[in-house]
């Protein structure tokens, strides 16, 4: 399960989030592409790299035209909802602006929708927000974490005056998030984008075990010396060969066989590490069928919630398991130019298993049967596991 681990020791913005997913390797012409997807002007996009305290980082500026004028929030909903971006990203895209024209509209006394967002400050407001959260969904990431979140100290510069850090619509956008103390910081870390952002894509803190497959930074737009001010990104796999696990049962009688299936994927999506069914006899006679489920404790009410809305359970029960497994990582094998995920398994004797997603992918795309498409990727994986030991 590979998962994105947000770290905003110097705080997070929009501008930040867009910097470390380039620096992730996401490719620039896609940003550069996003003004014109979403219909918001001829926006050009800068995208270069720079030192923060002495670490490379990206950093994103977009060169906004003047706006005849401003926008707002309930305009910027209404543009997300017609913009081309799947279901995932206009859900939580939608949210985030929600979220800032409650939390705006609490501090100014006005409705949410009403909240009026300066002239470039919305347009920058949607690339920041709607790019950041494409930017994860095409980082491939099942789930994304965050280290507590930086705010800075000090006083912050607004359009009525000199306000405390956190800014008060920030502080309440961070309402329930946990605050790293002290820190280096000085003005302000986190925006309410950064804060909006956090809010929509993350399910809070890291597993217990995690092992780090990449790392970027993405530069904020002050340079002070004594630390980076820059919003890092680490892209890792959970590591379950051993830690504690929920457990989710239940047994169902009133549902066709043929939706366990959308149910099973729903689960996986949710963070499930394995789902399992199987016939039982029921009361009264009754034939049904078991789901049982084994998540992640982080990810336990999320793959609750998905059980009780894919099935027609009414109740569920739950435990907390032991769980050890053999170490384990991953590598990929390109069969005639196809690439195929390949787990292994090292338990004093190497296994390997390719995925069985990307087997059905890889056959389809060759016109190769399954099966056929599987053994000859198992032989290609021992062979480059062979050599790496030579």
Not at 77 to 87: F, G, K, M, T, Y
Request: glycine content about 10%; hydrophobic content about 45%; charged content about 25%.
């Amino acid at each position: 399960m590979r998962i994105a681990i947000l770290d905003p020791a110097a705080g997070i913005s929009g501008d930040m989030t867009l910097g470390a997913l380039l620096s992730l390797g996401l490719p620039v012409s896609w940003l550069e592409a996003l003004p014109g997807r979403l219909g918001v002007g001829d926006v050009r996009v800068t995208v270069r790299d720079v030192r923060r305290a002495g670490v490379t980082c990206k950093q994103v500026e977009f060169d906004i035209p003047p706006q005849p004028h401003g926008r707002h929030v309930g305009e910027l909903v209404r543009l997300v909802e017609r913009a081309p971006v799947s279901d995932w990203v206009k859900e939580r895209a939608v949210r985030a602006f929600r979220l800032v024209g409650e939390a705006e509209g609490r501090v100014h006394g006005v409705a949410p929708d009403k909240v009026h967002l300066h002239e470039v400050g919305a347009v920058d407001a949607v690339l920041d927000i709607v790019g950041a959260i494409e930017g994860f969904e095409r980082l491939g990431a099942q789930a994304v974490h965050h280290f507590p979140v930086a705010v800075g100290q000090g006083w912050v510069e607004a359009a009525h005056g000199r306000l405390p850090v956190p800014a008060p619509a920030t502080a309440i956008l961070l309402e329930g998030l946990e605050i790293a103390s002290a820190g280096p910081v000085e003005g302000e870390a986190t925006t309410p984008t950064g804060a909006a952002l956090l809010r929509v894509l993350s399910t809070g803190a890291p597993p217990d075990r995690w092992r780090m497959v990449g790392s970027g930074w993405g530069a904020g737009q002050r340079d002070p010396k004594h630390y980076p001010n820059a919003l890092r990104i680490l892209l890792a796999e959970a590591a379950s060969e051993a830690g504690r696990v929920v457990v989710l049962a239940t047994d169902v009688d009133d549902m066709s066989p043929e939706y366990v299936e959308p149910l099973r994927q729903a689960l996986v999506q949710a963070g499930a590490l394995d789902v399992e069914t199987w016939p039982v006899q029921m009361k009264k006679g009754r034939q049904g069928f078991r789901v049982e489920v084994m998540a992640p404790e982080a990810l336990a009410e999320a793959v609750t919630a998905e059980l009780f809305r894919h099935s027609t359970t009414a109740g569920v029960r739950r435990w907390i398991a032991e769980r050890a497994t053999l170490p384990r990582h991953q590598l990929t094998v390109r069969l005639d130019g196809v690439a195929v995920r390949v787990k292994v398994l090292d338990g004093g004797t190497v296994r390997v298993k390719p995925e069985y997603d990307d087997v059905l992918a890889a056959a389809q795309a060759l016109g190769r049967p399954p099966l056929e498409v599987a053994r000859a990727v198992e032989r290609d994986a021992e062979a480059l596991i062979a050599k790496s030991k030579e």
